[in-house]
């Protein structure tokens, strides 16, 4: 296992409690980073072990992401103090006490490993594990399940208006994944995340730029959150004191995409970006061209920045960054992951849909099973009370 340190937590005198959490993180959305978030205020440092791809596979099936993605996006989340690479899959004593851990956090559900055995059996038993909230209607499966919804070959063409089915696939076969016809049904259905102005203030950072710090604006659909988001956020906040972050709404963003974008509503991207370590604070439903009001109302921009791709014009036929590259404001900048996008994502799943369907039906069967372990183990807890 290698590890990436990334901020260190002040202590006062006591020492400080150090929390362990591990997963995949496939496709990291604001689900992963709430939990983190959960975790990191029950202590003071957070360590989270990242699983690689082989170990993944052989438990649980392929990942979307690469591991180096997935090491990368976590590494990007604000609550995050330091990752573990490689870390394994069914949670060891003897790697807490390497990294100095007290206790190790997970979800209020249980995750089996290969063997259909507790992969936090162990740590239970040794008096070191605690549980947060789950966040419900969100999930790597749920996502999956949406893009699995999006392969037509309308959307593999870029026509918004042919709507044929799948070539070479049995389109009863995802419809009953999207339907929940499984038993477990809310547990493989395709849901929908209903955000809260709570859960956006949790995930805020409160921070209001200083007197004399310049402002970076940004803005885009920031969809299936990913690692070319956070290199192109780290770039633009590089040029400034405060990343403000403009997120168009779902209308907007469908207009100008097509097809069935965005796959996470207005809610989801802006949860997503909100837990980046980079951004300080996003508009909400942000005009597709830079106004007068953007640079103006929230805060006053100093400049404006936007990545070295083609940017589709608004749907008047201007360039949306008409108003900034008049005022001299305007910068593009390049990034290492240019090549990731939420379009290649979705090709990923395309190019390997027999293989992703397959996955959903194999988890479909293990939320069974993990279902009802954890109703046994509350029926147990609960007789123990008695």
């Known amino acids: 296992m290698s590890q990436i340190e990334t901020t260190d937590t002040t202590t006062s005198g006591r020492k400080p409690v150090r929390v362990w959490v591990d997963g995949c993180f496939d496709m990291m959305h604001f689900g992963h ?6 975790a990191r205020a029950m202590g003071d440092y957070l360590v989270v072990g990242v699983h690689s791809d082989v170990e ?35 949670t060891a004593l003897e790697v807490l006490d390497e990294y100095n851990i007290d206790f190790v956090v997970h979800g209020d559900d249980i995750t089996t490993a290969a063997d259909g055995t507790d992969c936090y ?3 239970k038993d040794a008096g070191r594990y605690k549980e947060c909230k789950r966040t419900v ?50 547990l493989t259905g ?24 310049k402002v970076v604006y940004v803005d885009g659909a920031f ?33 100008v995409k097509g097809g069935n974008f965005p796959v996470m509503n207005l809610q989801e991207r802006v949860l997503g970006a909100l837990q980046c370590r980079y951004v300080d604070e996003v508009i909400i439903g942000a005009p597709y061209s ?33 108003l900034p590259k008049t005022l001299g404001i305007y910068k593009e900048v390049e990034h290492p992951r240019l090549d990731l996008t939420t379009t290649t ?5 395309i190019a390997n849909r027999h293989v992703y369907i397959e996955r959903q039906a194999r988890k479909a069967k293990k939320a069974i099973a993990e279902a009802e372990a954890e109703q046994r183990e509350k029926e147990l807890k609960a007789a123990l009370h008695l």
């Open 290 to 322: 830079v106004t007068k009001d953007v640079l103006e109302d929230v805060y006053h921009v100093d400049v404006v920045v936007h990545g070295a791709s083609d940017q589709p014009l608004d749907i008047d036929g201007r360039d949306p960054y008409e």
């Open 56 to 90: 993944i596979e052989k438990n649980k099936g392929p990942c979307v992401m690469k591991e180096e993605e997935r090491y990368a996006a976590v590494a990007a989340c604000k609550w995050v103090d330091e990752i573990v690479k490689d870390a394994p899959y069914v």
């Open 190 to 213: 395709i849901a929908h995340y209903l955000s809260t102005s709570k859960k956006i203030i949790q995930f805020s950072s409160g921070r209001e730029p200083k007197a004399g710090d």
């Open 121 to 123: 059996q162990i740590v």
């Open 345 to 349: 994502i979705i090709e990923r799943i």
């Open 33 to 38: 980073a709430n939990a983190l978030r959960q």
């Open 223 to 255: 969809d299936l959150f990913h690692t070319g988001h956070i290199e192109f956020f780290k770039r633009a906040r590089e040029l400034g004191d405060y990343l403000l972050v403009g997120i168009h709404d779902d209308q907007t963003v469908n207009a």
């Open 137 to 186: 209607g969100i999930s790597t499966t749920e996502l999956v399940g949406r893009m699995l919804l999006l392969t037509r070959d309308h959307h593999i063409r870029g026509s918004r208006t042919v709507k044929s089915p799948i070539q070479g696939v049995d389109e009863a076969a995802v419809a009953n994944f999207t339907q929940g016809s499984l038993p477990a049904g809310a």
